[in-house]
Structures are given as structure tokens and as C-alpha cells.
């Protein structure tokens, strides 16, 4: 009896655990509006968190995150970068960098960095959502102006390059996701 | 009482929901190792649903899914990619390749395509995770021999260009993530 209790509870814990993680991938979309409340430390460390845990090539985790809170610099960078316009509402942000300098990149290996960084960006928005947050990937690199801008409001040296930054904050609006499926773009190689 | 126990039922829910999207990003890891079994076609389908709900810029959506179950192909690209060996040993493999007509990319938007297909994935890793499936994903791009020889084995035209390959199956062995956590990769700009 207890055996067969134990054994319901472990599939319906399986099953939750499968729905919730589709339901966060099926329900994160781009938040551009956000309530005037500041986003928990907790909260912010365990965007983190997630955003470190996805893979990078050989392992060498080239990736760095800076955290805005600075209204002075949230303002500035709402100015000068065409597509981040909603920064001067949001409470947070933040810029996911590559080391360029990490591991020994070629030329060929020059853009690893950035599939690494764009991976612990899908993590960080998944995580947002998960949270009740809402945040939306804005573009940095490979814009010349934009990377000038970012770099030069965080003060980073040229070895370090913004791949984007990510406005955070509590969604004002009811925002719903895009449903993106078509079967078209799966090609059955049997 | 009814309302408290609906709460109670909620706030249990809700804290489930966080804990399990959570413990999948932690728990995803590389695995190079499979069974000798198939992955069915219904999670297949979950995976590529999972992909495809990724942003992507100005929401152009440039990715094209390959999935390849042709024993020949898979064990004729494991020959050919030296990083992708454990490619005659898995039941199937999706390449994540991108449309670079797609949109009307210049010069500094070309790459663009790539950090798309990175997000995606990053969900399809994720969602093979949740499925209890394990899976790696091995680089194609930028490596102009590695791109020649999976275009090659998949007949791409000049402008779908494979990001990455991604060898499926069920795990052989227990696999555990690596914890990559590094407080000193943040930077406060407060």
C-alpha cells in the first residue's frame, strides 16, 4: 500500500516535472514593460545561477555578467541603444560579455564565445519567466555603435565584448508568448 | 477553509513549477553515452516544439531542424567529425542549421542566425533533459570542414549553413552536471 502511494506520488512529482519545465519554455516571451518595484537579490542570483549552468565549448565558460542596478546608467544606455529604449523603466538589467581571451581561440574558434553566452542567456530568460519576472533579449553584439556604447558606460577593456543586455522587471501587461511551431522547418532524414 | 486549502494547493504548485524548471537547467549535463534503443517520434516532436518556442531577432526565426535517424548518415558523420564520435553509437542526432536568406542580413547582421539556433538549442538540451534523454551538442559552425562535411551528408544548399549536431538517445550511463557556479564572473554596476 505504501509502496504503491510512494509509487502515484513518484509519477505524478515525473509528470509535474515534465509539464512545468515545457510549460516555462512554452510560456517565456519578450517583456518590454515593467512595474516601478525592484527586482529581489535572491531572485537576481538565481537568474545566475541558471545562466552558469548551461554548456559551453570545452568547458570554458568564457562568459561574464554584469548587473545594472544604476538608474544613471539603466537612463544613459536607454538613450543611446536604438533597441533598449525600455531600459529607462526597467529596474535591472543585465549585459551577458564574452572573454574573448578565454581558452585560445583562432580565428575559426573567435565566435564560440558568443553560442556559449547566448545559451546562458536562454537559461536566464527561462528563469526569469519561471520567477514571475519578465525580461526580453536585446541585441549588442555584432553592432559596432552598440558594443561602443555598452562597453563604454561599463567601463570593459576591448578584450571583454557585450553580447546583449536584458531589461528585467515585474511585467506591467498580461504579455503572451508567440506560437512559433511549423512543422515545414523539421526535415526527416530517415 | 476551502480557500486556504486552494492557497495552500496553489503556493505548493507554484513552488513546484520554480523548483522544477530549475532542476532541469541544474541537472542538464553532456551525455556521450546511449542506449540501443530509439527515441520515440512523440519526443522528438516535444523537443522541437521546446526548440522552436525560443526568441529569435526581430522574430525572424532563420532555423531549419534536421533530424537524422538514417544509420548510414550518422555513422558516416561520425567518421567525418572528430568531435562527434559518439555519433555511431546514437539512435539519432537533430541538426540545428540556419536560413541566412532569411530577414535581409548586412554585413554585422550576419551572424545573427547563429545566436538564434543557440537559444533553440538550448531549449531542445533542456526538454531532452526533462524527457530523460541525454544529449550533447558537438559545434559545426564556424569550422568551414565540419559545416562541408555535415552540408555535404545532408545535401544543404550554399545558404543553410548547420550550427551544431546534436546526437540523442537514452542515456548508458549516470551522468552528473558539472556545477559551474563562479560568483566572480559578476559584476555589480549598482
Known sequence: MMFIFMLQTFQVMSQETR??????????????????KPVPKEKTDTLLRAAMAAPTARNIQPWLFY?????KILDQLAEELPYAKMLAQAP????????TKKGNPN??????????????????????EALGLGAV????????ERIAAVSKALGLPGHIIPLNIIPIGYPLLDDRPKDKWDPEK???VE
Not at 533579449?137 to 559596432?144: E, L, M, R
Request: hydrophobic share 40%.
Open 19 to 36: 509539464q512545468s519545465v515545457f510549460t516555462t519554455i512554452h510560456q517565456r516571451k519578450s517583456v518590454r514593460q515593467y512595474q516601478d
Open 67 to 71: 548587473v545594472i542596478t544604476s538608474r
Open 92 to 99: 535591472m538589467a543585465i549585459v551577458v560579455a564574452g572573454d
Open 107 to 128: 580565428e575559426e574558434q573567435i565566435h564560440n564565445w558568443t553560442l556559449d553566452c547566448a545559451a546562458a542567456t536562454q537559461n536566464l530568460l527561462l528563469a526569469a
Open 137 to 144: 533579449w536585446t541585441g549588442v553584439y555584432p553592432y559596432k
Open 186 to 188: 523539421v526535415k526527416w
